[in-house]
């Protein structure tokens, strides 16, 4: 970069070629979601056969070029108005230290060096004569050591000041101090060039038509490359709100421009998939490119772990028992085993994520939206059928112990039988099955499902998760919404209506173990709108279970129930029995699990209740 070509520069070019990968970059979305919600939904509803099931493949591959292409170029997008925001910066630097040196009277030449007149008071009968200068600019490399504290520019100012003053000529420290600002505003496009120059050049995808593993794990790369290298770009958009409410992060989302809004997109799709508030369709987009990272991760990691050892070998003793574990494996496992557990049951996880959004249109299922997602720890995934921000009818289910991210295409299948069931009772309204898998639940039956305290931690977030439904929505009136709490997942609910007003129109409670209260008016949606399924004790125990746990409420019972056996527990009520004071609905569940077969009774009471077809509950 010179001072001819800086001149001559128009960073609005850079822009004009973001704007047309933004473009494609739309494009390419467009057509990704075309492919998935109604080409292959198509597909699935009408055809049936291997043709079709290898049609639907190849579109599902296309489907994913066209998302590998989305990513690509909205990082291509945000590098190139980086690049013009730095370089603008610069042109600026450079436009207005040229007007000052032009209104100083001053000449600028060809290599950014400035000229100035004859000026001053004679000395030995002379006018001082005039002269060119050529700046330097701060943070440029010389030949001298650097100095980390910033005492050699301070000194250099300090010597350029001095010599400025005692020089006869007054126009030298002008024309010094204009020369510097060409040379720092031409030194600040250079490093903007050299920076972004190969950045730019690694922003390519290979010659093939096969999105790999290799191409998400290069994409996350890239992303941390320009999020790194445009920094000050990104920082002149306005940030979320910290640990902001629902209301909040839609205000914010809503004052950016769409340029900011795609900039901080492509920047950081997980901190934005999991912003209560935001638009469906918003956090999907986010989430499926976390999703699609965070698998090529796994599935990289866990290529490169060495293959596992023989596990046994006969007992080199001759004694009991005969096989003993080898010392290559003892060793392989110690370094590996735990870690490949992880990554398998994590990617099983994610493919059972991919494979609902792949079943888009199988038995008229609607698709799917990836709310949030977080593969850490024991994981995050939340998954709607249909689009809940249009839903006339919503459901939320909260599952109980041992869910987790490993768990979740069992509970996302429960949801798309939901949606069947529910989708018959109401045809012509939109209906939203969401399965929340949003904190940390037990992960044994004891001790921890018998303590209260991940209800606790966890009924906030449920709250939060709720309210940003409503907002994203439009209000509480928007929707009919159902929270369907399981197992531990019902005391979840309950606990969330304790601490807070709980954004809920109807409750049910399937195979509760207690709500952590004692009956159902004191649950914020009212003794009429709470509902209970629970299968006879001995196909369902976890009722009972709950009450010795002491996760219920006291009962009218509880003045004499120290005088029956186990008299703490028969003071408890759960929703199951008839003092809570819920609807009882009828049930068919063959044991604890089994609350969403399809056709069941079971599920045929919760479709009810979630699109406001009370009567058609039957009771039990």
Not at 303 to 320: D, L, R, V
Not at 376 to 381: D, F, L, Q, S
Request: a negative charge; hydrophobic letters at 35%.
């Amino acid at each position: 970069m010179d001072y001819a070509t800086l001149t001559s520069l128009k960073p609005s070019e850079f822009e004009d070629a973001a704007g047309g990968y933004r473009l494609v970059s739309d494009m390419a979305s467009q057509a990704q979601g075309n492919l998935e919600h109604q080409i292959a939904a198509k597909f699935q509803d009408v055809l049936e056969g291997e043709a079709a099931t290898a049609a639907v493949k190849q579109l599902d591959k296309l489907a994913t070029n066209f998302h590998y292409v989305q990513i690509e170029c909205a990082l291509i997008t945000t590098a190139l108005n980086s690049l013009a925001y730095e370089l603008r910066a610069a042109k600026h630097k450079l436009d207005a230290a040229v007007e000052d040196a032009e209104a100083e009277k001053f000449a600028v030449g060809p290599d950014g060096s400035v000229s100035y007149p004859a000026a001053g008071d004679k000395v030995d009968g002379k006018v001082p004569e005039g002269g060119t200068v050529t700046g330097s600019a701060k943070g440029k490399p010389t030949n001298q050591p650097i100095d980390p504290t910033g005492d050699a520019n301070d000194t250099a100012d300090a010597l350029e000041r001095q010599a400025a003053n005692i020089h006869p000529n007054p126009n030298y420290g002008r024309a010094v101090a204009i020369a510097n600002r060409i040379a720092q505003a031409i030194y600040d496009a250079t490093q903007a060039d050299e920076k972004w120059a190969p950045k730019l050049r690694k922003l390519k995808a290979d010659d093939d038509l096969t999105v790999s593993d290799r191409d998400w794990a290069d994409a996350q790369n890239d992303t941390g490359g320009v999020r790194a290298g445009a920094k000050d770009y990104l920082n002149e958009i306005k940030p979320p709100p910290e640990n902001g409410s629902s209301k909040a992060n839609a205000m914010w989302w809503n004052g950016l421009s769409q340029e900011e809004r795609d900039a901080y997109l492509s920047m950081h799709p997980a901190r934005l998939g999991s912003l209560d508030g935001l638009p469906s369709e918003v956090r999907d987009e986010a989430n499926r490119t976390s999703l699609a990272e965070t698998k090529a991760k796994y599935a990289l990691e866990l290529s490169e772990i060495p293959k596992e050892p023989t596990k046994y070998e006969p007992n080199p003793n001759g004694s009991y028992p005969a096989f003993v574990e080898t010392e290559a494996w003892k060793r392989w496992d110690e370094k590996y085993g735990d870690r490949r557990g992880k990554l398998d049951k994590g990617l099983q996880a994610m493919k059972d994520i991919q494979k609902r959004f792949d079943e888009t249109g199988k038995d008229g299922l609607p698709p799917a939206y990836l709310l949030a997602f977080d593969a850490e720890g024991g994981g995050r995934a939340v998954v709607a059928n249909g689009n809940p921000d249009t839903a006339d009818h919503t459901a939320v289910f909260v599952p109980g112990t041992h869910s987790n991210l490993g768990k979740s295409g069992s509970y996302i299948g429960h949801m798309a039988n939901l949606w069947q069931e529910s989708h018959v009772l109401a045809p012509n309204q939109n209906v939203s099955t969401i399965t929340w898998i949003g904190y940390d639940a037990p992960q044994s039956v004891a001790p921890e499902a018998m303590s209260p305290s991940y209800a606790e931690r966890a009924a906030p977030e449920l709250n939060r998760f709720l309210d940003g439904l409503q907002t994203a929505q439009g209000g509480p009136d928007a929707s009919h919404t159902t929270v369907i709490g399981h197992s531990y997942g019902s005391t979840v609910v309950g606990q969330s209506s304790i601490d807070g007003k709980l954004p809920a129109d109807d409750i049910v409670a399937a195979g509760s173990p207690g709500m952590r209260v004692g009956h159902a008016d004191d649950l914020d949606v009212g003794k009429d709108h709470v509902w209970s399924e629970a299968a006879a004790s001995w196909k369902d125990p976890v009722p009972a279970g709950g009450k010795l746990a002491g996760l219920g409420g006291d009962s009218d019972i509880s003045w004499w129930a120290d005088m029956l056996p186990f008299g703490y527990a028969w003071g408890q009520n759960v929703p199951s029995d008839e003092d809570f004071g819920a609807h009882i609905m009828g049930t068919d569940a063959k044991d604890h699990g089994d609350y969403w077969r399809p056709s069941s009774e079971s599920l045929a009471n919760q479709a009810a209740v979630v699109t406001g077809n009370y009567d058609q509950v039957k009771g039990g």
